[in-house]
């Protein structure tokens, strides 16, 4: 296995609302505690990017301004280097805003925001309310379903193309449009491009979701890092979970 977990951020100030930051810090602790490495870099606007300098690359969620202003520089400058990050099975992680990014386009009053392409998708800001709440799916990794708990806040309806794959079906909230029953998307050419409208931050309620990231990044099976003592990881994830009313 690889000594180090490497992750750039893109937009690390324009795209960081409800604590998606904590997203990097629960990785970043974890790889501390099984004595890997982790180094983490940042990619702003105009910043190109190198598809091999990185295992992972993450976009947080943003308000429709920031989301906007990254919505071009995706689409642009560092359009080829994703996608050709996808195709060698780098990881690619979204949440809210940078999920609705990930596919074609994203239109709201009247504006149509450009997408990266990574996945086929389209996002929707429709009349009617906003998709709040608490929210938990289904996830089947190749593994056993398990679980991703959180918080949803998005105006936007997320459709899927027919041949994508939801990263999950919804078991308590809205997910990707309040009606289809879905939430997310995992695509790309080796199925490791990830987005999700869960918050929270997501990955310290879901501890398990952290681990699969981090060992797809490095190319391995999560049953191969070392096992930690996950007992508060354990009790923030069931905390989540009955906050969605499982």
Same mark, same amino acid.
């Given at each position: 296995?690889? !000594?180090?977990?490497?992750?750039?951020? %893109?937009?690390?100030?324009?795209?960081?609302?409800?604590?998606?930051?904590?997203?990097?810090?629960?990785?970043?602790?974890?790889?501390?505690?099984?004595?890997?490495?982790?180094?983490?870099? &940042? =990619?702003?606007?105009? #910043?190109?990017?190198? *598809?091999?300098? $990185?295992?992972?690359?993450?976009?947080?969620?943003?308000? #429709? +301004?920031?989301?906007?202003?990254?919505?071009? !520089?995706?689409? /642009?400058?560092?359009?080829? =280097?994703?996608?050709?990050?996808?195709? /060698?099975?780098?990881?690619?992680?979204?949440?809210?805003?940078?999920?609705?990014?990930?596919?074609?386009?994203?239109?709201?009053?009247?504006? +149509?925001? *450009?997408?990266?392409?990574?996945?086929?998708?389209?996002?929707?800001?429709?009349?009617?309310?906003?998709?709040?709440?608490?929210?938990?799916?289904?996830?089947?990794?190749?593994?056993? *379903?398990?679980?991703? =708990?959180?918080?949803?806040? $998005? &105006?936007?309806?997320?459709?899927? &193309?027919?041949?994508?794959?939801?990263?999950?079906?919804?078991?308590?909230?809205?997910?990707?449009?309040?009606?289809?029953?879905?939430?997310?998307?995992?695509?790309?050419?080796?199925?490791?491009?990830?987005?999700?409208?869960?918050? &929270?931050?997501?990955?310290?309620?879901?501890?398990?979701?952290?681990?699969?990231?981090?060992? /797809?990044?490095?190319?391995?099976?999560?049953?191969?890092?070392?096992?930690?003592?996950?007992? %508060?990881?354990? =009790?923030? $994830?069931?905390?989540?979970?009955?906050?969605?009313?499982?």
């Amino acid at each position: 296995m690889a !000594d180090a977990l490497r992750v750039c951020a %893109l937009y690390p100030e324009l795209m960081n609302i409800y604590a998606d930051r904590g997203n990097l810090a629960l990785l970043q602790k974890r790889c501390g505690w099984r004595g890997l490495g982790f180094e983490l870099s &940042g =990619a702003g606007l105009d #910043d190109p990017l190198d *598809p091999d300098a $990185h295992d992972l690359f993450y976009i947080g969620g943003g308000q #429709d +301004r920031d989301q906007a202003l990254c919505a071009e !520089d995706l689409a /642009t400058v560092k359009r080829d =280097a994703l996608h050709a990050a996808a195709a /060698t099975g780098k990881v690619i992680f979204a949440v809210c805003g940078g999920y609705q990014l990930l596919g074609h386009a994203y239109e709201l009053g009247g504006e +149509r925001l *450009p997408g990266v392409g990574l996945v086929d998708l389209e996002t929707v800001r429709e009349d009617g309310p906003r998709l709040i709440g608490n929210v938990a799916i289904e996830v089947d990794l190749g593994g056993l *379903p398990r679980v991703l =708990a959180g918080f949803e806040n $998005h &105006g936007g309806r997320t459709r899927l &193309g027919a041949s994508e794959r939801p990263l999950g079906r919804v078991l308590a909230g809205h997910g990707n449009d309040g009606r289809s029953g879905f939430e997310g998307v995992r695509g790309g050419p080796k199925g490791t491009v990830v987005g999700t409208y869960l918050h &929270g931050p997501l990955l310290p309620k879901n501890s398990w979701f952290s681990d699969w990231l981090t060992a /797809t990044a490095l190319g391995r099976d999560a049953s191969e890092l070392s096992s930690l003592d996950d007992r %508060l990881e354990d =009790a923030a $994830h069931q905390a989540a979970r009955r906050a969605a009313g499982l």
